[in-house]
């Protein structure tokens, strides 16, 4: 097929010293895993090392949580993650919200075999669990979209490294997020997270960061509080360093509930934290050893350029089909390389965990990405697959091919695409279910002309107060709990992140099981009912508040 | 060695042996304790900051790493050695084996491994890495990638 891609431009990928690294991480994890199963390393000990190579023991198998770093991918990455699939689990890999991908069904002595497949692929499973720097989300559209400050990938990686078994920062109170948004709207959510990153230019047009620490959700949602307005780009190592420390030495580790960066910056106050995070660094911030090396961002800039360039696509005509516009109105977004867009591909099947793929679907999706957006996708927080440069004349032979495969369904980008945790049809920690609600929602909307006109609302649902599903963010978020042995669901609504981070308000009791799509539906309808114009959801809510929404739905 | 409460005396790098008190008796008796010469075992929950000021009259220091997932010490280490360049030796007791590479990068100059470990082969824990991605307060032997 004739394109305009510039093929000798290839994907970032790690050296021979970084393929090396993770082959000595598997050696030493390999030695750790005889010991243990020789019972010389006992259970404790072998979990907090387990979970810093991203293994966690469920009941009756492992589970492996696999990094995708800052969400982007190669179509011989998502293939290698395919036959991992087949080779070690039943087929199947579960994309998760924060740019990872897990497989549930693993064999403990097979565990070096497989982390060994993946380092050939430049894959790993380093620190994507246990108490220390997870994997680093990055937008997912970076590089992509009009008004961007910068790609904030170069930044990711630069981060990801200096944090990859740091000597000091690696034995933390608890887990420690981060995420970098280069962006002008927020799809990473960074304000939940830990610790979150905003790209911005000073009033100088320097380049840096605003800081935000102690974001997070759970029993305790919190948004996190500024603490640095503007670090200059090569200043951020040391002063992510100080906050950390301050973490490490001050966070709480007498209380499991309380174990996460935002219970210190709420005990201590932003105001207080962010004081002793300064103080720290005034020791630090002029060692020239901690500055960020500029010449290596320089090099990293060059390897996450875009891979295309502009072309003038004339007078091509776009096809005529029903179903086709409607898939498009809802997946396709504008890319500001003239001549191509963004495509979404979601993953969402009824009845299914959302996130899940077969091995099948990630080869045809690696092929189609060769085919039609240079060998490259990105993973979302909404757990979809992103190809990031299509063509726009050729668009629609890549909706036929997914159509083909049945990767296409119209619902995308609607409210019947919900994220929901597995819920207690899979997880112990569960109170109530999720997924048999999220497709009772979807069966209830299934009339195509009301989901375009209710157009993108977000429903989460979350079957506990764990809150996988980000139920606190989302437009009408669910939340499952027990009363009297019986499943009923809080609903929190007009919570978000893209524009600004709002937390989710309460609504009232919590619905029975049995009432909950009814409640659902009457908080559709009132939206719809109060909208005007083109308003958002939390628009809506912003300007006619709670009580309309609780007088109907309690009524 | 596996209780902390164990140690009355420690032997340092030249093979003399130094008494030991623990971090609450110094910072209780800075002015006697400070002219006889004495190695300090500090905890996870002690405030390093408080003997910031008196090293140079500490003959060693012991850092006690007995709880595996308690990561203080690595923050400890590095402050003594790096910032306050504390030119003592800096021991970690009660040390875990596979936790030798982050206590070392981080300025523990020597340790003591808790006895469950005896009979491993300390070098390939200690340098299990070719290659090092940040700057710590001790690098020797490893490339430094930053």
Known sequence: MANSFNNLKKMYQYNAEDSNFLVERVDQFEKQLKRHLAGELDDAKFRSLRLRNGLYMELHAHMLRVAIPYGTLSSPQLRSLANVADKYDRGFGHFTTRQNIQFNWIELPEIANLLRDLSDEGLHAIQTSGKATRNITADP??????????????????????????????????????????????????????????LIRNSQGQLGFSVFVGGGLGAAAMIAA?????????????????????????????????????????????????????????????????????????????????????????????????????????????????????????????????????????????????????????????????????????????????????????????????????GRDYCDLAKAVSIPIATRVQERFNDMKKLLDIGDLNINISGCENSCAHHHVADIGLLGMQ???????????????????????????????????????????????HRQNQERFTDVFKRIGITPFKEKVYE | MSEILQIESILNKDYESVNLVSFQEWVENIDKLSKLSVGVIIGPSDDVSLIKGHLDFIALIALDFNNFDDGRGYSQAYLLS?????????????????????????????????????????????????ICYQEAANNSGLQQKY
């Open chain 1, 141 to 198: 559209l970076s590089g992509l979209t009009e008004g961007e400050i910068e790609d904030a990938r170069p930044y990711c990686e630069l981060i990801r490294r200096w944090f990859n078994l740091h000597p000091e920062f690696s034995w933390l109170p608890g887990k420690f997020k981060i995420a970098i948004n280069g962006a002008k709207l927020d799809e990473t959510a960074l304000r939940i997270h830990d610790l979150g990153l905003r």
């Open chain 1, 226 to 422: 500024e603490t640095a307005s503007f670090i200059e780009v090569e200043d951020i190592l040391s002063y992510l360093e100080s906050t950390m420390r301050v973490y490490n030495l001050k966070g709480r580790r007498d209380h499991q509930k309380k174990l996460r960066i935002k219970f210190l910056v709420r005990e201590l106050g932003a105001e207080e934290f962010s004081r002793l995070v300064d103080e720290d660094w005034q020791q630090t911030k002029n060692d020239s050893k901690l500055k960020l090396n500029l010449v290596e961002l320089e090099q990293l800039k060059k390897d996450f350029s875009l891979p295309i360039k502009q072309i003038d696509l004339g007078s091509f005509e776009e096809k005529v089909d029903f179903n086709y516009s409607i898939w498009k109105k809802n997946n396709v977004r504008s890319h500001k390389i003239n001549g191509f867009s963004i495509v979404n591909i979601s993953l969402t099947k009824l009845g299914a965990a959302p996130g899940d793929a077969t091995s099948e679907q990630m080869r045809i999706l690696a092929d189609l990405a060769e085919k039609y957006s240079v060998g490259e996708l990105r993973t979302t927080k909404r757990q979809t697959i992103v190809f990031p440069y299509v063509r726009k004349d050729q668009i629609f032979n890549l909706w036929q091919s997914l159509e083909k495969y049945g990767l296409a369904s119209p619902h995308q980008g609607t409210l019947a695409q919900i994220v929901a945790c597995p």
């Open chain 1, 483 to 529: 009363k009297n042995g019986e499943e009923y669901y809080q609903i929190t609504l007009a919570g978000e992140t893209l524009h600004q981070t709002v937390i989710g308000k309460k609504l009232g009791p919590s619905v029975s099981g049995e009432n909950i799509v009814d409640a659902v539906e009457t908080v559709v309808n009132v939206y719809l009912e």
């Open chain 2, 82 to 130: 790096k910032r306050w360049q504390f030119s003592g030796e800096i021991i970690g007791i009660n040390a875990h084996l596979d936790q030798l590479q982050f206590m070392i990068r981080s300025g523990v100059t020597s340790y003591i491994l808790l006895d469950s470990y005896i009979g491993l082969n300390e070098e390939d824990y200690a340098n299990g890495f070719s």
